[in-house]
C-alpha cells in the first residue's frame, strides 16, 4: 500500500481567498489525481497532476480555478483559487503506482468557505 | 467521459442477510473495476476488484461478479455485519489511468 498525507485535513475559508492543498506520498508513484467529493456524492476527477509539466484537467475544470503542481514523483499541491461557498467539498489526493492497479486515496481535505 | 450507473442508492438489509449492488457501463473498453467502501468521515478503500479477463473474484465475504457482455458488475456481500455499514462505490478505469466512479450505495445492516 501508500502511505498519503494531506495537508491542511480541514480548513474554513472567506469567500475570494485561496487555499492550497499538499498530498505527500510515502514513495515513489507513476500517477497522482485529485478528486472532489461534495457532500453527500461521490468522487469527481478534477485533474491528473504530471510531473514537471501542466496537469492534465476534466471537463469543466480549469487551470486558472484549480492551479496543480507535481515537482516531483512524491508530492502534488492543489490550490483552489478564488472561493465560494460552492467550492465547499473535500477535495482528495489518489496515487497510482507503475506496473499496478491499485489507486490509494489520502485522508482528504475537507474546506468549508463561508 | 465514460458513465457508470450504480444501483440501488441506498440498501437496508437484516444483519446476516446478503447485499448486493450492481454498476452498468458503456465503454467496453474498460479493463478494470474495483469497489471502494467508504465510512463516514473517512477516505475511500478499496475492498475488491477484478480486471476484464476474471469472471467473478472472492475474498472471504465479499464478491465481486462482472458480465463483459452485458457491461455489469456486481459486488456480493454474504453474512453482513454491523461493521458493513457504509458508502460503497463502484469504478472503472477508462483511458489515461483515470477512474470513474458509480453514484455510491449507502449500505445499512440493522440488528
Known amino acids: 500500500s501508500a502511505v498519503i498525507s494531506q495537508k491542511p485535513s480541514r480548513d474554513i475559508c472567506q469567500r475570494g481567498t485561496s487555499l492550497t492543498i499538499q498530498c505527500q506520498v510515502d514513495s515513489q508513484v507513476t500517477m497522482m489525481f485529485w478528486y472532489r467529493q461534495q457532500p453527500g456524492q461521490s468522487l469527481t476527477l478534477i485533474a491528473t497532476a504530471n510531473q514537471g509539466s501542466e496537469a492534465t484537467y476534466e471537463s469543466g475544470f480549469v487551470i486558472d480555478k484549480f492551479p496543480i503542481s507535481r515537482p516531483n514523483l512524491t508530492f502534488s499541491t492543489l490550490t483552489v483559487s478564488n472561493m465560494s461557498p460552492e467550492d465547499s467539498s473535500i477535495y482528495l489526493c489518489s496515487v497510482l503506482r507503475a506496473g499496478t492497479d491499485t489507486q490509494y486515496f489520502g485522508p482528504g481535505t475537507r474546506l468549508t468557505v463561508l | 467521459g465514460e458513465n457508470v450507473e450504480q444501483h440501488p442508492s441506498t440498501l437496508s438489509v437484516q444483519e446476516g442477510d446478503s447485499a448486493v449492488i450492481k454498476c452498468t457501463y458503456s465503454?467496453?473498453?474498460?479493463?478494470?473495476f474495483p469497489w471502494y467502501k467508504q465510512e463516514l468521515g473517512k477516505r475511500p478503500q478499496l475492498i475488491i476488484d477484478i480486471r476484464s479477463n476474471v469472471g467473478e473474484k472472492k475474498d472471504q465475504r465479499i464478491a465481486v461478479t462482472l458480465n463483459k457482455t452485458a457491461k455489469h458488475f456486481s459486488l456480493h456481500i454474504t453474512e453482513t455485519q454491523p461493521e458493513d455499514s457504509a458508502v460503497y462505490f463502484c469504478a472503472l478505469r477508462g483511458g489515461g489511468n483515470k477512474l470513474t466512479f458509480g453514484t455510491g450505495t449507502q449500505l445499512k445492516v440493522e440488528l
Open positions: 465503454d467496453s473498453a474498460s479493463n478494470y
